[in-house]
């Protein structure tokens, strides 16, 4: 068991040092007070945000892509005309496109077939090679 400070962590955006297959088993986080009113007003603004622009109440694994640097996966997905696509029960979200969905009879297959045509896709329409952010159980690194 080890024991790591922030900095030997090296946190950025969805990155850390974290060895691949780390479990973290405790973490203490600092925080800085605040009137609970301003924070309760800034998390229902958060939730608001998120429930307009993402599928927040369907079945999905979350965000799909990592961003690849300085660009949104997303809008590399929309551009190479993936909105929307579907393969068997899997299909890419209309209102964010960087989220799969499982329409109520997705096989993995479907999911995993539907995210390598993204990629091959958006890929071939702009040269980004996008890469899973979603950790997937059973496929080789």
Known sequence: MLRLTAHDLSLSYRRSNLPPGAVVIRARLLTHAGEIKTIAARMA?????????????ARTGGSTFANPPDMKAWELIDAA?????QRGG???SQL???FLLNNG??????????????????????GV??????????IPA
């Open 45 to 57: 603004d958060i939730k608001t945000s998120r429930e307009l622009t993402q599928p927040t109440r």
């Open 105 to 126: 009879d997705a096989t993995a297959a479907d999911l995993e077939g539907l995210g390598e045509d993204v990629r091959r896709r958006v890929a071939e329409s702009s």
């Open 96 to 98: 964010h496109c960087n």
């Open 90 to 92: 899997a299909q890419v």
């Open 81 to 85: 005309g993936c909105r929307g696509l």
């Open 129 to 138: 090679s996008l890469h899973w952010e979603i950790k997937r159980i059973g």
